[in-house]
């Protein structure tokens, strides 16, 4: 049971799961009228993605 929670948690928490569900979040709440907080989470997402993109922090093995 344990490994089967781990590789669902693996897969939102991977770095390039998480820019999207980051995005994806930022998305939806500048549409319901949130700009504060969609612009904080699209800022968290652009982060990781060029954090994960340019350094070793997104190389798993």
């Known amino acids: ?8 948690f693996w897969l939102f928490v991977q770095p390039v799961s998480l820019t999207f ?3 994806l979040a930022g998305w939806m709440l500048s ?3 949130r700009r504060l907080a969609g612009l904080v989470f699209v800022g968290l997402g652009l ?3 060029g954090l994960s993109a340019f350094t070793t922090l997104g190389f798993t093995t």
């Open 47 to 49: 982060m990781i993605f």
């Open 31 to 33: 549409l319901l009228r």
């Open 21 to 23: 569900v980051l995005f």
């Open 1 to 8: 049971m344990f490994f089967i929670l781990s590789k669902i």
